[in-house]
């Protein structure tokens, strides 16, 4: 049983997931860059790294709430120290991604389709409110998520008294809520994703000796049956991946996947905006395997570079700051 607040897998865990969202939109979404089926077929389980972060963030959310002696006297300062840890690189890519929709229409390959958001779009965006609006669309699709993990966010630091109580009816209340999400509610939403959510909750709760083995293992498979269900089989098996690797690997480290790890959430936010950008440009005049393979490298290491700058200078003074917002005992 791990008693130190640190989980090493997740750095590795983290890397994989972003890289894995990476690959997905460099090989899968690019038109007409890549047309060989195999290779598109292979990729495309890229974006299940999403689901891969669910996971992770239902573990580390409640570890570190845990950790800090959370009460929900503290919900307010819980919610700022969120936003204050996620919202500037967020900010920043959204402005990004705004100029983005600007300039591409200066690009000789402009096909001509006007995407500039309007307004209301743009303001939709702060509270991450794209979703409780008919017709609305993100700027950029990878925002979706972000959504998602604010609405758990805040249903986490309500609940959390709940989640974490040493009485098993009341676990066993919030339990059957979670796993029943999928059955009223759509995938824009929270609750269709609280099974995914759930396996990293268990997986907490087993670790900090709340819950025990045999109710660790009963709620854990029955969500991965619940996201076989309402999902399909490789949703369930990746958001399975993440559930073992911090159950039996937490004290598994890597370099790189330590160094990938920390810049994961600046590469999930930027990638679209550099490496993505660069392909959508050079997809029409890279014709030879050889070529398309090495722009695909330069496009991940473009993007690893610009997220690496993003961290060292906003996200990280961003997480610095949030971490030492302390709860009140």
């Known amino acids: 049983m791990i008693q130190d607040k640190n989980i090493p897998v997740l750095h590795s865990l983290r890397a994989l997931a972003a ?28 974006h299940f790294g999403v689901q891969m ?9 409640p570890w570190s709430m ?9 919900f307010f300062t819980f919610t700022a120290k969120r936003l204050i840890r996620l919202e500037p690189p967020y900010l920043v890519s959204l402005l990004f991604a705004i100029a983005h929709t600007y300039i591409r229409t200066l690009s000789p390959h402009y096909n001509g389709i006007d995407i ?11 509270g991450y409110l794209i979703p409780f609006v008919e017709g609305e669309k993100w700027i950029r699709p990878v925002y979706w998520t972000l959504a998602i993990e604010f609405q758990y966010y805040l249903t986490i630091g309500l609940l959390f008294a709940f989640i974490t109580s040493k009485k098993m009816w009341l676990r066993i209340i919030i339990y059957a809520a979670f796993l029943s999400g999928p059955i009223w509610m759509k995938v824009n ?20 000796k709340i819950a025990g083995r045999l109710e660790m293992y009963i709620i854990g498979i029955t969500s991965l049956t619940i996201i076989a269900i309402f999902n399909d089989v490789p949703t369930m098996f990746f958001s ?56 695909i490298v330069s496009a991940l290491l473009i993007s690893i570079g610009a997220s690496y700058i993003v961290y060292r200078f906003i996200e990280k003074p961003s997480k610095e700051l949030s971490s030492r917002i302390k709860y009140k005992k």
């Open 53 to 61: 972060f669910f996971v992770i963030s239902g573990f580390i959310i």
């Open 66 to 74: 845990f950790h800090g002696k959370y009460e929900i006297k503290n």
């Open 240 to 295: 399975g991946f993440a559930f073992f690797a911090i159950l039996y690997f937490s004290n598994f480290k890597s370099a790189i996947g330590y160094f990938l790890g920390n810049i994961s959430y600046s590469l999930y936010l930027f990638h679209s905006l550099t490496g993505m950008i660069l392909l959508n440009y050079c997809a029409h005049s890279v014709t030879t395997p050889l070529v398309k393979l090495l722009l």
């Open 19 to 46: 890289l894995s969202v990476c690959m997905f939109h460099y090989v899968c979404t690019v038109t007409g860059f890549i047309s060989n089926t195999t290779i598109i077929s292979f990729f495309s389980y890229g």
């Open 189 to 208: 939403f929270l609750p269709y994703h609280l099974p995914i959510f759930l396996l990293g909750i268990i997986l907490c709760l087993y670790k900090t």
């Open 116 to 126: 500039t958001p309007s307004a209301k779009q743009i303001a939709l965006h702060f």
